[in-house]
């Protein structure tokens, strides 16, 4: 084995090494809905064992390179130029590793949590995967690989593939020093062990600017073998990235989630309109060569729903992937492309919610995979929301997840409709900002305002209510610690005051035991560096099944009913 061979086998290590470090992010999370279980304590202390044990794999890791970069006996074509840069480099990295630290197994498992993502921190994963990605990118120029035939769309059908490419279009700066044509470049090369020919990306704000005030962000990444012309096309979700302005960004995603899609209302800030164009002009982009060229269509969450809108509106794609989508709606369809279908076939689709892909758009070839208690699930309680092309959902076996999307089966018709007549009041307060700051200022009033309604009314029986109704709800879910009190009503008007007082201490009560870990929990399964660890061959030391196909979409299976117990009591 050559000098280039032993490298690249350290540098598979590594990179696993920096995957399994957030598998156990995925596999505390697993913990959290079960907590107060015997048996998790013994694995909490599995978990601890297993990332000091990585932390200490990854510096032996970094040392062999060490080691072998600095041997001059095995002989190698890699000139000193390219090795020397990336030996600084691990000399630097080994002299800042952290010291390995245990966890705290004393505390609530949510600051378990916080312990072990503190301690991924520590390890600078980030600066890891770039290194594995140039040292392996500088070993391709050193020593050219064998050519290998490439089978046109092997690596759409190689999840692992799809998953890396949306978390870098996502989270670019967890590469530092990769751009996107050599992420891509590597990437391909590593799971198929073709060498591309070339690489281009067109970055969706750069080739349409408009489409910036809008939030809609993403890329396409091109990529040309012999004759072979393939295009990925990711349309980015409302990802969280740390960096600066996400609030901004993170705002303008939830802004068309709300508004386009839960409310069906107009928006002059539809991502969907410049969605089509960027599918449009990559297409137009891959025809240049004049050979035979395929665009596959990728996305997760918002990106998953313009993907499935923009395939069933165009239909640019030679399939699509998505991931834990949230759903078309079907009344901004018919708004953006009113002639899209019949006037029968429109309304069928709205009494139904249901595509038949089979008979309305047989070509469509979109797969979704998800988890099958995601919270988007909530989307799909709306009237006209759909799923498009075939739906596969994965979960664990044996295994209590409370969170469920049955708001019906907590609230009644008028409360829920109470609900969304407060986001629609929302939405009218935040088409009133302009900067970052009014938006953050429209917030902080219309949280004021809501609380305001909500205490003036607190001894009204519909107040009491929806209060008991939305405590039980959180409680089910696993977002409570402590199962909350029934709130009480009295129709004496002389002790409405007092219990005015008694409610919203009630309320206060149970602010203090919100479930941190549970949120965590809901939003690491959701997104992409949760998410694959379900849908991939990455198990992260879980077992997954698939526990459901379908393939026409239908909204997600709800059959949790409502306690027997009351939530009113009245006191006379």
């Known amino acids: 084995m050559n000098l280039g061979d032993q490298l690249r086998q350290q540098t598979t290590t590594l990179w696993a090494l920096c995957e399994n470090f957030e598998g156990l992010v995925f596999k505390l999370g697993t913990l959290i809905p079960n907590a107060q279980a015997s048996e998790t304590n013994r694995e909490l202390m599995v978990i601890n064992d297993q990332q000091q044990s990585l932390a200490k794999r990854i510096r032996a890791t970094l040392t062999h390179l060490r080691f072998l970069l600095t041997s001059h006996t095995l002989g190698t074509k890699i000139p000193d130029s390219l090795t020397h840069p990336f030996l600084q480099e691990i000399k630097t990295a080994l002299a800042n590793r952290p010291a390995i630290q245990s966890f705290d197994l004393d505390v609530p498992i949510d600051d378990v949590l916080t312990q072990l993502e503190t301690n991924i921190t520590a390890q600078h994963l980030a600066g890891l995967r770039s290194l594995v990605i140039r040292l392996e990118m500088a070993l391709l120029a050193g020593q050219p690989p064998e050519t290998k035939p490439y089978t046109a769309g092997s690596l759409y059908h190689d999840r692992q593939f799809l998953v890396n490419l949306m978390q870098y279009d996502a989270y670019p700066h967890d590469y530092p020093q990769v751009d996107a044509p050599t992420f891509l470049t590597w990437l391909a090369y590593r799971r198929t062990g073709v060498l591309i020919d070339s690489a281009v990306v067109y970055n ?112 640019p794609f030679t399939a699509g ?95 829920l409709q109470s609900l969304l007549d407060i986001l629609r009041y929302g939405m009218v307060r935040f088409d009133r900002a302009s900067t970052q700051t009014q938006l953050i200022n429209q917030v902080v009033a219309l949280v004021i305002d809501t609380l305001i309604t909500f205490y003036r009314t607190a001894s009204t029986k519909a107040t009491i209510t929806l209060f008991n109704h939305l405590n039980r709800y959180l409680y089910h879910c696993g977002f409570l610690t402590e199962k909350p009190e029934s709130m009480h009503y009295s129709s004496r008007k002389h002790r409405a005051l007092r219990q005015l007082l008694t409610n919203v201490m009630l309320q206060r009560h149970y602010l203090k035991h919100l479930n941190k870990g549970m949120f965590a929990a809901v939003i690491n399964f959701h997104i992409v560096n949760g998410v694959k660890f379900m849908i991939t061959d990455e198990r992260a030391g879980v077992p997954i099944v698939e526990v459901g196909r379908q393939d026409a979409p239908v909204a997600a299976v709800l059959d949790e009913v409502l306690p027997d117990d009351p939530l009113i009591e009245v006191a006379d």
Not at 286 to 303: E, F, M
């Open 321 to 415: 992937l998505t991931i834990n989508t949230v759903p078309v709606q079907l009344r901004q369809l018919r708004h953006a492309a009113p002639k899209r279908f019949s006037t029968q076939e429109w309304h069928a689709l709205a009494q139904t919610n249901a595509l038949q892909s089979e008979t309305t758009m047989p070509e469509m070839h979109i797969t979704n995979l998800r988890f099958n208690r995601d919270f988007t699930d909530l989307f799909y309680q709306v009237p006209g929301t759909i799923c498009v092309g075939r739906t596969i959902s994965y979960s664990i076996p044996d295994w209590h997840y409370p969170f469920t999307a049955n708001l019906k089966a907590f609230f009644t018709e008028t409360e």
């Open 204 to 315: 969706l704000r750069t080739e349409i600017s408009e489409a910036a005030p809008t939030g809609l962000s993403g890329g396409a990444y091109c990529l040309k073998v012999g004759e072979q012309v393939e295009g990925y096309l990711v349309y980015r979700g409302a990802e969280r990235t740390g960096q600066a302005g996400e609030w901004a960004e993170t705002a303008l995603d939830w802004q068309y989630m709300l508004k386009s899609i839960l409310l069906a209302q107009d928006n002059r800030e539809d991502q969907l309109p410049y969605a089509r164009r960027f599918a449009q002009y990559t297409l137009a982009q891959l025809k240049q060569d004049n050979v035979p060229a395929a665009l596959y269509g990728v996305g997760h969450s918002l990106g998953g729903q313009l993907v499935q809108a923009v395939q069933l509106l165009d239909h």
